[in-house]
């Protein structure tokens, strides 16, 4: 799963003709959304890099379809973790021999497009998903995932990820609605901030009957109404 939409439809759609016995559109339909991710990677965060060397290179382009350079590029820039950068390289063997003429395709074409919706999930799970050891992510917050403090400002981080996210403390709810997942939190904590290992702490120990809930937030409500 990943955090951005239209990877989970697209890569759903390519694991779809896969089962359905498309096994080459399924395969030309992961290398493509591979290429789209690389492309989204480059044109969305390179503004963030303008004093970059490779900015020059890409300020004025509006699509990419070197896989190398453009996995350099967001090496160099400190955005691509080592695992995405190498299902990247991998896949993108897979489209130069499918997409371009090889007769061999047609003996493989179960097989390749097997190993490319494999290496296309791996690329969004580790880069985008949000239960995989990333970086960026507070450790030891079973359940739930946090942004680290030090990685607020991370070019990839504040694109992607902080859009994404909600600004919540530690004794956050959560509820359904008709739009799906909302959060349900105390308005202020007091004075005082924690790093990022003590709110891990405090996350793993907090008091369930402080867990904010749609009922406490309309009792207080009613309190602030009372009294005005």
């Given amino acids: 799963m990943s955090l951005v939409t239209y990877h989970n439809a697209m890569h759903q759609q390519a694991r779809s003709a896969f089962v359905v016995g498309a096994y080459y ?4 339909a992961a290398c493509a959304l591979g290429e789209r991710i690389l492309n989204h990677l480059i044109l969305d965060l390179r503004d963030s890099f303008r004093s ?3 900015y020059r290179k890409v300020w004025n382009k509006n699509s990419f379809d070197n896989w190398p350079r453009a ?3 967001l090496t160099d820039w400190d955005v691509l973790l080592p695992e995405a950068a190498k299902s990247f390289l991998e896949l993108e063997t897979l489209r130069h021999r499918s997409v371009h003429f090889n007769p061999e395709t047609y003996m493989t074409m179960r097989e390749d497009a097997l190993s490319a919706l494999t290496l296309c999930g ?15 992510f507070v450790e030891k917050t079973p359940g739930a995932q946090f942004i680290k403090s030090s990685f607020e400002t991370h070019p990839f981080v504040r694109t992607y990820l902080i859009p994404a996210s909600g600004f919540v403390g530690i004794n956050y709810g959560m509820e ?16 005082g901030v924690l790093n990022d290992e003590e709110f891990a702490k405090a996350v793993r120990e907090r008091d369930p009957t402080k867990v904010v809930t749609r009922a406490m937030i309309e009792a207080q409500q009613g309190r602030e109404n009372g009294n005005d």
């Fill in 122 to 136: 791996k690329t969004i799970s580790r880069q985008f998903g949000f239960f995989g050891g990333q970086p960026w």
């Fill in 176 to 191: 359904m609605l008709g739009h799906g997942w909302v959060h349900l939190d105390y308005s202020d904590y007091g004075d």
């Fill in 52 to 54: 970059s060397p490779h």
């Fill in 25 to 28: 559109p399924a395969l030309v």
């Fill in 71 to 73: 996995v350099e590029i």
